[in-house]
């Protein structure tokens, strides 16, 4: 398994959109066009957002974004470990935590000294 920035592999945006929207934009009625733009921030330069993909060889495995801010109530905290997502037919084979552990080490180059999460309560342990 790879881990590669999606400005590195942005034939993976795709996917990325695909599993980020029926996760948690399509219920609540939002266009797949919404994630692409938001996806397509990531292929920007700029520290803020960037995606990591999991993959092997073409296949998308998943993704975790750092983003500047995943709840607007609390603008103050930033940034923010958001949109973790594995393809079910993957989970629990350690990938979310490599992502994560990956992101982490992102956030320590760029010098963040604190990353935020927002989950749901059934994934407080994680």
């Known amino acids: ?19 980020m ?3 948690w934009w399509e219920e609540e009625g939002h266009p797949i066009e919404d994630v692409y ?9 700029e520290a803020l957002p960037t995606t990591l993909i999991a993959h092997q060889g073409d296949e998308f495995l ?3 974004m750092l983003v500047q801010s995943d709840m607007s109530k609390r603008p103050q905290y ?12 993957h989970r629990r084979k350690g990938i979310g935590t490599r992502l994560t552990k ?4 992102l956030a320590t180059q760029q010098e963040y000294p604190h990353l935020y999460l927002f ?7 994680f």
């Open 1 to 19: 398994m790879t881990i590669s920035n999606l400005a590195d592999v942005p034939k993976f945006l795709e996917a990325a959109a695909k599993g």
């Open 21 to 23: 929207w029926q996760e």
């Open 37 to 45: 733009d938001e996806l397509q921030k990531s292929l920007s330069p």
């Open 62 to 64: 998943g993704m975790v």
């Open 78 to 89: 930033t940034p923010w470990l958001a949109s973790l997502w594995i393809s079910p037919d």
């Open 102 to 105: 990956e992101l982490e080490t």
């Open 119 to 125: 989950a749901k309560l059934s994934l407080r342990s």
